[in-house]
């Protein structure tokens, strides 16, 4: 939500099990580059462990790559 005033916030898509963003491609790699630091935190804040925050966020990558087969 945005404060009046402030520029609205960008809409977030999600990548959804087999479909495509708009009829285009993903490059699922540079969504992993761009994104598996800030999930590894987030994730990290979730189970409280680096080593399961880094596997819960390859496992999540890994899904989504396969579902899209």
């Known amino acids: 939500m945005s404060l009046p ?3 609205p ?3 977030i898509e999600l990548l959804s099990c087999g479909k495509t963003l ?3 491609r993903v490059d699922v790699a540079a969504l992993f580059a761009e994104h598996h630091l800030g999930l590894v935190r987030l ?3 979730m189970v409280g462990d ?3 925050a880094e596997d819960v966020v390859q ?3 890994a ?3 396969r579902a899209r087969r």
């Open 59 to 61: 496992e999540a990558f």
């Open 22 to 24: 708009a009829g285009e």
């Open 43 to 45: 994730a990290l804040l």
């Open 5 to 7: 005033g402030s520029p």
């Open 50 to 52: 680096q080593p399961t």
């Open 63 to 65: 899904c989504a790559t």
């Open 9 to 11: 916030e960008p809409e």
